[in-house]
């Protein structure tokens, strides 16, 4: 049977009420509000964006989503975990200021901001897997003490993964550090001396210690390095490299399984809404403003993540007339999507549903 996405065109020339409006019809639409009970701890998962990035899901795109939510439980609340990488998010005090920067603010969403990991991400639940990939996860505490949750993800490309949408906000976004650090340990940056013109900046960038500065190139250290990815996205000059087919793959794998434990903790009261509305080359950890990849589609949501990033990616490409995240970066996207739907994630056949009143 084909999963329904439902979906709204959108851009982010009509304004913040127009997008809430269209972002709460597909919500309703999905029906989870109907499954919150009064006192349901109702997580609403998303990511604040990095200082200065500015592609990041707006607080008042979700004021109607929100209202919803309000009138079912007033236990609802903004959340994602601390980061692996040194920026703005990496500890729960400097996480909350920053997505107050970004305008979550009671008098705004008039629920709280509670980072899921704890004051320094250490605060971690245990989940048994036994994946191909992952015996057991380790996710951020607060998601797997909640009862709902509504993963809302900002569509953009991505570094390690080609995508970053709904699988990668519940995989990797809903792990804790160590959790994240499981997942990137397959990944393996390496030096091309010959590209290397010795600036410094991956040094300054990464949070291990794990480049070396020689007299003419620089040099990473396996054993130090813990695959954050920082330096790929930081040098200017394409000098560090992935090995794209083997990490990136065991990389969305990893994620893939990470995500059905989270998922399998909501069993039906989960929901996932995507915003392909400036979507970038890369995600929102980047402190920059970014230029859209391909004009602006709309929102799109379902109870199936693997759905909601096919038909995400789906509308995407049509839009670009191209792959617009291959281009970016070349990197198979798709492991993501097959392996999800081999390991029950979801499936990547859907119904798309357009909704055109609300
Ligand atoms: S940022 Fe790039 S060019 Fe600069 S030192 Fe690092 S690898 Fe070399
Ligand atoms: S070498 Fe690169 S991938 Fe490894 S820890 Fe440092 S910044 Fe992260």
Not at 28 to 54: M, Q
Not at 88 to 99: C, F, K, P
Not at 143 to 163: E, K, N, P
Not at 338 to 344: H, L, T, W
Request: charged share 25%.
């Amino acid at each position: 049977m084909k999963n329904k996405v439902y979906f709204i065109r959108a851009s982010r020339e009509e304004g913040a009420e127009v997008i809430a409006r269209k972002a709460r019809a597909i919500y309703l639409a999905l029906g989870l509000n109907e499954k919150i009970e009064p006192e349901d701890f109702v997580a609403l998962k998303i990511h604040f964006g990095e200082k200065n990035n500015t592609g990041h899901i707006k607080p008042r795109w979700l004021t109607g989503i929100i209202d919803e939510v309000l009138k079912k439980s007033q236990r609802a609340f903004l959340s994602d975990s601390n980061t692996l990488y040194v920026g703005n998010r990496s500890n729960s005090v400097d996480h909350i200021r920053l997505a107050w920067e970004h305008g979550f603010t009671p008098d705004v969403v008039r629920i709280p901001v509670i980072i899921a990991d704890g004051l320094i991400g250490r605060e971690k639940t245990e989940v048994k897997v036994d994946g191909q990939r992952i015996q057991t996860s380790r996710i951020a505490s607060a998601f797997l003490h909640s009862d709902a949750m509504l993963c809302l993800t900002h569509v953009t490309g991505h570094v390690q993964s080609g995508v970053g949408a709904a699988i990668k906000n519940l995989g990797m976004g809903c792990a804790s550090r160590a959790g994240k650090l499981d997942q990137h340990s397959v990944v393996h940056p390496r030096v091309n001396t010959k590209q290397c013109r010795n600036c410094g900046l991956c040094i300054r960038y990464c949070p291990a210690g794990a480049i070396i500065q020689t007299e003419s190139y620089v040099l990473i250290d396996d054993e130090k390095c813990i695959g954050c990815g920082e330096c790929l996205v930081v040098c200017k000059y394409g000098a560090i490299k992935m090995k794209w087919d083997e990490d990136s793959r065991r990389l969305q794998e990893k994620m893939a399984e990470y995500a059905l434990s989270v998922k399998n903790h909501f069993r039906d009261k989960i929901c996932f809404l995507n915003f392909i509305l400036q979507v970038t080359k890369d995600c929102d950890c980047m402190a920059k403003n970014q230029p859209a990849i391909v004009a602006d589609v709309g929102i799109v949501g379902s109870l199936d993540p693997v759905a909601v990033d096919r038909a995400s990616i789906d509308l995407v490409l049509k839009t670009a007339g191209q792959d617009a995240f291959k281009k970016g970066y070349n990197i198979d996207w798709s492991v993501q999507l097959a392996y999800g739907e081999k390991i029950g994630l979801g499936s990547q056949k859907y119904e798309l549903v357009e909704i055109k009143d609300f």
